[in-house]
């Protein structure tokens, strides 16, 4: 979901271990970076249960992604999508701290 305007986008999303972010792009053939979340700003990573997500297209499928500035509202196309992205999103964030000392 959008962060300015809030309506439902396909986005690309590539996962950088070594770079500790994952950014997004519009799609897939696309250069321009439209957005970029660094693992240290992560504070949690949640299945969407009281369906606060407005009008998403797949309640069911929706999941947030919660930072130091903003919540991320994200919907997967399978459950089983959706249990592997949280878990490299979450795999991700953790992994960071371990840098941290």
Known sequence: MGGKIKSWKK???VFDRLKRNFC???DKHE???KGLIYFQAIEEVYYDHLRSAA???NPALTFCVKTH????YMVAPSAEAMRIW???IVTG???YTQFMS
Do not use: H, I, N, Q
């Not at 500035?69 to 991320?72: F, G, H, K, N, V």
């Open 11 to 13: 986005r690309w999303f």
């Open 24 to 26: 997004y792009y519009v």
């Open 31 to 33: 250069t321009k970076l």
């Open 55 to 57: 009008k998403s297209p």
């Open 69 to 72: 500035d903003r919540l991320y």
């Open 86 to 88: 949280m878990d490299v």
């Open 93 to 95: 964030a953790e992994g």
